[in-house]
């Protein structure tokens, strides 16, 4: 993968012994469940594969700016990778979004300022349909994506290519639950809102 950037999108997070984490399948943020932690692993695997990626991961606050010494989502997904061996000068911050539009307005500005011929995006299964509209709707991001700049990674797959035996049943059973079904239903409602006009972005 010739990529420059790799682009680990935002999510929830979930408080833990007083220490925020992302979320697993069996956890969730204001709209159900997630699993946003194979974001963290999947990002692991593919440094692994390729040291000189850049990394960076997204979000500021986002849903919990209401909540008092709450830490940027951006920055727990940073310890996290710090946590699993990644050396912390490796993995910039974008801590300026909220939610996933404004991630991928930010992300527009980094690939100009940083004249980027190349980034991936990653994050879930269930939640790259919405990006990907988003994305449609934005036309220098939809020129990007035309010319293969963009590229959009799922979690899960990367996970299941490199250790199936690990990943498969267990990625396999989380969608099959009520919670995911829920979430994938709201993200497929938003893929029709983004393209009728009618998504608050």
């Known amino acids: 993968m010739n990529t420059q950037l790799l682009y680990i999108l935002g999510g929830g997070l979930v408080n833990e012994n007083n220490k925020w984490r992302?979320?697993?399948?069996?956890?969730?943020?204001n709209?159900?469940?997630?699993?946003?932690?194979?974001?963290?692993?999947?990002?692991?695997?593919?440094y692994k594969k390729n040291p000189n990626l850049m990394l960076m991961t997204s979000c500021g606050k986002g849903q919990y700016d209401s909540i008092?010494?709450?830490?940027?989502?951006?920055?727990?997904?940073?310890?996290?990778?710090?946590?699993?061996?990644?050396?912390?000068?490796?993995?910039?911050?974008?801590?300026?979004?909220?939610?996933?539009?404004?991630?991928?307005?930010?992300?527009?500005?980094?690939?100009?300022?940083?004249n980027l011929d190349k980034v991936c995006i990653?994050?879930?299964?269930g939640?790259?349909?919405?990006?990907q509209a988003m994305i449609e709707v934005d036309d220098e991001l939809n020129e990007m994506l035309k010319k293969e700049m963009l590229e959009l990674v799922s979690?899960?797959?990367?996970?299941?290519?490199?250790?199936?035996?690990?990943?498969?049943?267990y990625i396999e059973k989380a969608y099959e639950s009520e919670a995911m079904k829920k979430r994938i239903a709201l993200e497929t409602q938003g893929?029709?809102?983004i393209?009728?006009?009618?998504?608050?972005l």
């Not at 490796?90 to 801590?95: A, G, N």
């Not at 990653?122 to 299964?125: E, M, T």
């Not at 979690?155 to 049943?169: N, S, T, Y």
């Not at 393209?195 to 608050?200: L, N, V």
Request: overall charge negative.
């Open 122 to 125: 990653i994050s879930n299964r």
């Open 155 to 169: 979690a899960e797959e990367v996970l299941i290519e490199d250790d199936p035996k690990k990943w498969k049943d």
């Open 195 to 200: 393209k009728e006009g009618t998504y608050k």
């Open 68 to 114: 008092e010494d709450v830490p940027t989502v951006a920055e727990v997904m940073k310890q996290e990778l710090i946590e699993l061996g990644i050396n912390k000068k490796e993995i910039l911050k974008e801590e300026n979004s909220g939610n996933t539009w404004q991630g991928l307005q930010e992300l527009r500005k980094i690939i100009k300022k940083k």
């Open 127 to 131: 939640h790259l349909p919405r990006i």
């Open 31 to 46: 709209f159900g469940a997630i699993g946003d932690r194979l974001r963290i692993d999947a990002t692991y695997v593919l």
């Open 22 to 29: 992302t979320t697993t399948f069996d956890e969730g943020d």
């Open 191 to 193: 893929v029709k809102q």
